[in-house]
């Protein structure tokens, strides 16, 4: 291709500028506006029509099958939920007389979630639960970017995820040091997110009071709030166990076992088996709605406009990855002097202009390794700090080439440009403060 990685950087720049200017603006719904902005952003990078049409076909197809399916899965599961708890029907929430408390756990669970293959999928099946806590509207912005920010802490930072794996195993980093290193950090971000999704939503601080229930629908809504918890977390589950089982010395077993291990975390698994728990802890009524065109049909037009969303972000997102300029960027500032900034550095800025966070941390790993020794981190500690740093730079920044970054606004019910406010200025804190603290540490051992 004819045009520079730079002037391709730019172009993308002014594309998603465009981008969420149409949609704040309301010309155009946020699904039209990705097609089009990503249809002249190719053709200025100088793809051809051929090319162009087939790499953002690979990502609409990729992320309407992951995270979509489960989506898909978390819009039937919500619905369900809402049908069988009276709760539901009385303002009472999760979170009433407890709302801190909740949304602390709530952060927690998120981090523990971000251990998950994939973060968009992980917070796709933690949306039914979080749902559930945000009983108003001014509780749903704060309910949302909490966990979210959380949960992207995790997936960056926390040893079994797939980010530090991938990046542990290419630099050659001892496990241990990376978890001694980076859960700590994790939690660290984790209270931040919290504090950042108060700051930034101080009007859902308390949910409204609760009604009183008779002693039968307290009794329902326990159980229906039972068999909600174990639709969100046996699927949670079981995507943390598909990333245990990515880890290349194989701790659960190999050959024909880790087909099967992977095999758990798919998204057909993960939709079969968390509606199929909503549906059996109800199974009178939830068999009833499963055969109620009507209510199917009600279910998914709640999410359709969401689902079409993420997948044209994954056709931007493969567009962004088939011009090269995040990885051509990534190797001219690979070779720069700056200890744990310099790893940190080629992966925020892969994963800002691609999109991707794993693919940000391979790409970085496999550029820094062989700079290590003249980084300075050539030690057993050094590589396990290179290893987090990239961590964090890979989740820095999520933004509008990020199926993420659409998901979790749309569930916290905010425009793009609010987005970028909560979500994205808020990944990017968390990656600056994760930076700071590796650096100060850096010092030290």
């Not at 998603?16 to 089009?36: E, K």
């Not at 010395?249 to 939709?271: N, Y």
């Not at 079409?308 to 720069?336: D, F, H, N, P, S």
């Amino acid at each position: 291709m004819s045009v520079m990685p730079l002037v391709q950087a730019l172009i993308f720049i002014a594309a998603a500028v465009i981008l969420v200017a149409a949609i704040q603006s309301r010309r155009l719904h946020p699904f039209l506006a990705i097609i089009v902005v990503a249809t002249g952003f190719g053709l200025a990078c100088g793809l051809s029509v051929g090319l162009l049409g087939k790499t953002f076909g690979a990502g609409f197809s990729q992320a309407l099958y992951s995270p979509g399916l489960v989506i898909v899965g978390a819009a039937m599961i919500v619905s369900i939920a809402e049908a069988t708890n009276p709760a539901a029907r009385t303002s009472t929430s999760l979170a009433s007389g407890r709302w801190s408390r909740h949304r602390t756990l709530s952060a927690l669970v998120g981090l523990i979630a971000g251990i998950g293959a994939a973060p968009a999928t992980a917070f796709a099946l933690l949306s039914p639960l979080l749902q559930r806590l945000a009983n108003n509207s001014s509780a749903r912005p704060s309910t949302m970017i909490g966990p979210a920010l959380a949960l992207s802490a995790g997936h960056g930072l926390v040893l079994f995820s797939p980010v530090p794996i991938a990046a542990a195993s290419i630099l050659g980093a001892r496990w241990d040091r990376v978890a001694l290193f980076g859960l700590p950090i994790a939690l660290v971000l984790a209270a931040f997110g919290v504090a950042w999704a108060r700051w930034f939503s101080p009007s859902g601080e308390a949910p409204p009071p609760a009604k009183g229930l008779r002693a039968n629908d307290r009794t329902q809504s326990a159980w229906s709030t039972t068999v909600l918890l174990l639709a969100v977390a046996v699927p949670l589950l079981l995507l943390m166990i598909q990333s245990i089982g990515d880890i290349p010395s194989e701790p659960l077993g190999g050959g024909t076992d880790r087909e099967r291990i992977l095999g758990l975390g798919r998204p057909l698994v993960l939709f079969l088996v968390g509606l199929g728990i909503m549906v059996a802890g109800h199974w009178r009524l939830g068999a009833k709605l499963l055969g109620d065109a009507t209510w199917i049909d009600g279910a998914f037009a709640k999410v359709a406009g969401l689902l079409l969303t993420v997948a044209a972000a994954g056709g931007l997102q493969k567009l962004c990855q088939e011009t090269g300029m995040a990885e051509l960027l990534g190797e001219r500032i690979a070779g720069l002097p700056g200890g744990v900034l310099i790893p940190f550095l080629v992966a925020a800025v892969i994963k800002t202009l691609q999109g991707s966070s794993l693919v940000a941390a391979i790409a970085a790993a496999g550029m820094i390794q062989p700079s290590l020794t003249s980084l300075g981190l050539g030690t057993e500690s050094g590589r396990a700090l290179a290893t987090l740093a990239i961590g964090a730079g890979a989740m820095t920044v999520s933004h509008v080439n990020d199926d993420y970054f659409w998901l979790v606004t749309w569930n916290a019910g905010l425009a793009p440009a609010r987005g970028l406010v909560a979500l994205s200025l808020g990944t990017l804190a968390q990656g600056l403060g994760a930076l700071a603290l590796l650096a100060i540490i850096s010092f030290v051992v």
